[in-house]
């Protein structure tokens, strides 16, 4: 799932970097929120999801967890687009 999920996502980063701007989108997953941590709680665009750091049991929620982290610091660094988690500054789509 690496290839698919973490390296794909560096891949469209590094895509929006090059020259002008572009704008990217990014589909979240439950399948981060498969542990302890999150089961019978409310999770917020907002949250961290640093509960799903350990107890991923499949190789698809943990590259998932690890893209959705990528995207987050991407946004730290200026990255803008759209995302399923608050912390990527985020533009809408027009439409």
């Known amino acids: 799932m690496k290839p698919s999920n973490v390296l794909a996502t560096l ?10 701007p572009k704008h990217l989108t990014f589909t979240s997953s439950t399948a981060v929120l498969d542990t302890p941590a999150h089961l019978n ?13 350990k107890g991923l049991l499949t190789g698809y ?3 998932k967890y690890v893209s959705e ?4 610091e991407a946004g730290k660094r200026g990255l ?14 027009p439409g």
């Open 11 to 20: 891949a469209c980063i590094s895509l929006c970097s090059i020259g002008r």
């Open 69 to 72: 982290y990528l995207i987050r």
């Open 80 to 93: 803008r687009g759209t995302s399923a988690q608050a912390t990527l500054p985020a533009t809408h789509p």
């Open 41 to 53: 709680s409310t999770v917020l665009e907002s949250d961290d999801l640093s509960g799903s750091r």
């Open 61 to 63: 929620a943990q590259t």
